[in-house]
């Protein structure tokens, strides 16, 4: 019992520490620097991982990752972060995606999916194709059918929701017509990215192809689950809304909400499905109610505590290690990367109707691919679809196009605003 109380003290003081250094980071980005605050919470995270800073015993703080830095050395792969940080990251990226959704105009979010969807297929196809005609031509797969350069593919297909959704915030863009076209094509990639990476990961568990009938199974769940809730959950809003509104407790239209939020985060994992997808429908599901409206603001001071945690940890997922064994093949694959996002977007951008800066600006919001990228990346090296030095070069394609997007639509947006 006394370990544990022990373990809880140094815990509440490792995450103190992070808020601390996360905030400071985040006001010298956001005022010194003059550019978005989550590259300093990423920032700090990429120095506070196992593989920098995060490793070193400070005295009371002690390592903030060191227990699962000693799980990396035995070679089995594990998240390097420390379990109880990581959980209050994840709730951190489900209350982003929650809190985007309410703020998300439907009417207008409907208006524009049809762009959307234009978006995210091209987002998709075109990285997938660049990721697979790299890995032949660097001679790390035999053809486009090996299932290391088709997990590749399905890599940069990756777009970060939670990273864009941020930098459209602070940009106070979220709303915009290129804004809510790169959300609505963001869900759209992230689910269709999932579908991928499920077949991927079948094929190469397998080691075979899977049968039609298997990748029928697969889509249909993921697709059936996300639509049916957010169709659902749409459907019962005004209930939902009429029910919750009566609490007059304090705080309890907050706790219902993000309960409810929890719930469909957790029911979309057992589907499959990530959880802020499951966060960010029922969040659109209730824009607009009076529920809604009522904890749009509060809900803002709930982000403020627990989305720094979500950037700070995904900052902890980069291997600064392997990125300088592996840098040749990864400076490559960025290219491919940057060019295979910010030209597919952008191109599907102008066939969906933008002018040619507003579809630069697309391009560039479906680029950042953070812990998206990681994740995969991490299940690349689980099931063996991954080597070491492709996943090295991942990481480094993940750092250089989550660190270059933001900085990117801020001045693109900035250069708006002072015409």
Known sequence: MEHTFEHIAILLIQIAFIFVIAKIA??????VIKIPSVLGELSVGIALSPFALGAIEIPIIGSISGAITDNLKTGHFAIPVEPEIWFLGQIGAVILLFNSGLETDLKLFLKYSKQATIVAIGGMVFPFILGLAVMVAFGYSDNFGDTKAIFMGTVLTATSIGITV???????KLSSPDGITVLGAAVLDDVLGILLLTIVVGMTSSEKNLALIDISII???TLGFWLGLTIIGRLLSNQISKVFVKFQS???LIVLSLSLAFISSGVAEFFGIAMIIGAFSIGIALSGTELGEKIEKPMHDVSAIFVPIFFVTTGMLVDLTTIASYWQFGAILSIAGIIGKVFGSGAAGILAGFKP??????GFGMLPRGEVALIMAAIGIASGALTKNLYGAVIMMTFITTLLAPIVLSYLYKTDNQK
């Open 250 to 252: 304090g705080g309890s």
């Open 166 to 172: 941020r930098v459209l915030n602070e940009l106070k």
């Open 219 to 221: 889509i249909v769940k």
């Open 26 to 31: 985040g006001e010298l980005c956001d005022r």
């Open 357 to 362: 800066k507003e579809s630069l600006k697309i």
